[in-house]
């Protein structure tokens, strides 16, 4: 089970930092990510880490979001900064148990989160 939090709201250029918090299995061979999606607006991946701590991120956040995980509290987190009002979302994280390199294709995700809403005003 994946239960995301840490979203709200913000003011353009400001902060947030969102919490994935893993139950029933360690994440530490799980390759994770965090996806996003906006009204009207199909699913997308934001920044995925697998096992051997490689990330990815999407071009439109890359220099401003930063996505680790914590084996130990089996928490996988994604720090926001410089938030822009496109960043405006509802926040997903993902599992799936592969070793290979993360990707940010939704369909090669098997768990998700409930999400939790991320806005940014400007």
């Known amino acids: 089970q994946l239960v995301e939090s840490g979203g709200g709201s913000v003011q353009a250029g400001g902060s947030l930092r969102l919490s994935c918090q893993a139950s029933?299995?360690?994440?530490?061979?799980?390759?994770l990510g965090w996806f996003r999606q906006a009204p009207g607006k199909e699913r997308e991946g934001v920044a995925a880490?697998?096992?051997?701590?490689?990330?990815i991120y999407a071009e439109s956040v890359k220099g401003r979001f930063t996505i680790s995980k914590d084996n130990a509290k089996n928490t996988l987190l994604l720090q926001m900064n410089s938030l822009k009002p496109e960043d405006t979302a509802m926040y997903y994280c993902?599992?799936?148990?592969?070793?290979?390199?993360?990707?940010?294709?939704?369909?090669?995700?098997?768990?998700w989160g409930q999400g939790t809403q991320v806005t940014v005003a400007s």
């Open positions: 880490i697998n096992k051997y701590d490689t990330t």
């Open positions: 029933g299995n360690s994440i530490s061979n799980y390759r």
């Open positions: 993902a599992a799936v148990y592969k070793w290979t390199p993360p990707t940010l294709f939704t369909y090669e995700y098997d768990y």
